[in-house]
């Protein structure tokens, strides 16, 4: 089978590298460079993790993942991660949930109250966070290291890479199948789905501590902070001095191609947030800020589908700000579905237009990336 995949992400790139597997003839077309500046894969580091509240389906594919992360030392860190709470953590809450459902399934949480975080997290402020947890499973990964690493890969293993785009869903010329991967741009190549897929900014900023020391990952592991109610999330120093904060909330809607600034409002916000969690970090420079762009769906799951009007067409997107922890296994799961395969994820990621994302409530997963 020819199969054309447009767009050179981690939806697309594992997508062709899955489907080269299955002896596909297989060409990705982006624009390029890879990893592209613009895509939401291109980052110094992304959240890996498998604590996903009460949701089973994501919190066992994030267990999956982990496994296969661990496989790449030299792109995964695994710090473990922490969700604390500014209140007691309450059932239905993000932080709840999680920590009741990993321990179920047997994973080593440790519960931690305001006396506990600020012995081993010295850089949040005495009493900010009051309870939460720690989880050793977990971490974060490299992405734009991770997208080089497929690329490279799917070329060695036969895919053609060729830059360019595609404009319509039909300008797959002699392909028997075209898998659309092309994030928060899908709705100009497929204009049907414009109602059911939002272009979202989410702001990213990368700070220069005085004193790196405070913010190394043994003692500030990757964080989400009060997440479901601020939405800031943030990871331990790197190795260039760096500590990335973004927030995951309900972020600015925009056309794909729309120019992307961080606004001022965003910026004296996380200086807010700086100033009442992390006291050593409120006057650090910001070195460098993005607005980078989400594609969303309505209720927060993927859409990996076929149009049902459309034989030949094949959709993989709405990783809603939180597809990239799924890399190692997000391919096959495409690769399934675009062939007609039954897959246990496909009802969850199905071809759903009746989901309006515009004037929806922001997708339920808000405050987890
Ligand atoms: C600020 C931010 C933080 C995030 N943090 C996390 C996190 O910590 N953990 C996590 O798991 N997830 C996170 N995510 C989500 C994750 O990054 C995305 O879900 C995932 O990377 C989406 O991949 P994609 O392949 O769909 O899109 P992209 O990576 O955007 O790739 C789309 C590609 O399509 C190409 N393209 C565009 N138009 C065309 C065309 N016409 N023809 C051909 N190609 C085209 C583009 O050049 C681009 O390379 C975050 C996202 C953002 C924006």
């Known amino acids: 089978m020819r199969i054309l995949v447009a767009g050179g992400g981690i939806f697309g790139l594992t997508a062709a590298l899955a489907l080269r597997d299955r002896k596909c003839e297989v060409t990705l077309v982006d624009p390029g460079?890879?990893?592209h500046p613009l895509a939401e894969s291109t980052d110094i580091s992304k959240v890996v993790r498998m604590d996903y509240g009460a949701d089973e389906d994501y919190t066992a594919l994030g267990e999956r993942a982990l496994a296969r992360w661990r496989q790449w030392p030299e792109l995964f860190h695994e710090t473990g991660v922490t969700f604390l709470s500014r209140a007691r953590m309450e059932p239905g809450g993000f932080e709840y949930e999680s920590y009741e459902l990993l321990r179920r399934r047997g994973h080593p949480i440790e519960r931690l109250d305001a006396t506990?975080?600020?012995r081993r997290f010295p850089a949040y402020r005495p009493g900010a966070y009051v309870d939460g947890y720690f989880n050793p499973r977990?971490?974060?990964a490299h992405a734009s290291g991770v997208v080089a690493k497929l690329a490279a890969e799917a070329t060695a293993r036969g895919v053609t890479i060729r830059a360019g785009t595609i404009d319509a869903a039909l300008d797959g010329g002699e392909a028997d199948l075209v898998v659309v991967c092309a994030g928060a741009w899908v709705p100009l190549i497929v204009p049907e789905l414009a109602s059911s897929l939002g272009a979202v900014g989410q702001?990213?900023?990368h700070l220069r501590p005085p004193d790196p020391s405070?913010?190394?990952a043994a003692r500030f592991p990757v964080f989400g902070?009060?997440?479901s109610r601020t939405g800031y999330y943030g990871f331990p120093v790197d190795r260039d001095g760096i500590v990335k904060i973004a927030n995951h909330g309900t972020g600015i809607a925009l056309a794909p191609d729309a120019t992307r600034v961080v606004t001022n409002a965003q910026e004296s916000e996380?200086?807010?947030m700086l100033r009442?969690?992390?006291p050593a970090l409120v006057d650090a420079p910001i070195v460098f800020r993005r607005l980078c762009v989400y594609s969303d769906t309505a209720d927060g799951n993927f859409w990996i589908a076929r149009d049902p009007n459309n034989p030949k067409l094949v959709v993989a997107t709405g990783g809603s700000g939180h597809a990239f922890k799924f890399a190692p296994v997000l391919g096959e799961i495409i690769a399934a579905i675009a062939l007609g395969e039954p897959h246990p994820l496909a009802a969850k990621f199905r071809w759903r237009p009746e989901l309006a994302v515009r004037g929806s409530e922001p997708a339920r997963y808000r405050g987890e990336p």
Do not use: K, T
């Open 116 to 118: 506990a975080i600020v």
């Open 270 to 272: 996380l200086r807010d």
């Open 203 to 205: 702001p990213v900023f």
């Open 225 to 227: 902070a009060d997440i």
């Open 33 to 35: 460079p890879l990893p």
């Open 214 to 216: 405070l913010f190394e």
């Open 138 to 140: 977990g971490g974060w």
């Open 276 to 278: 009442d969690s992390f």
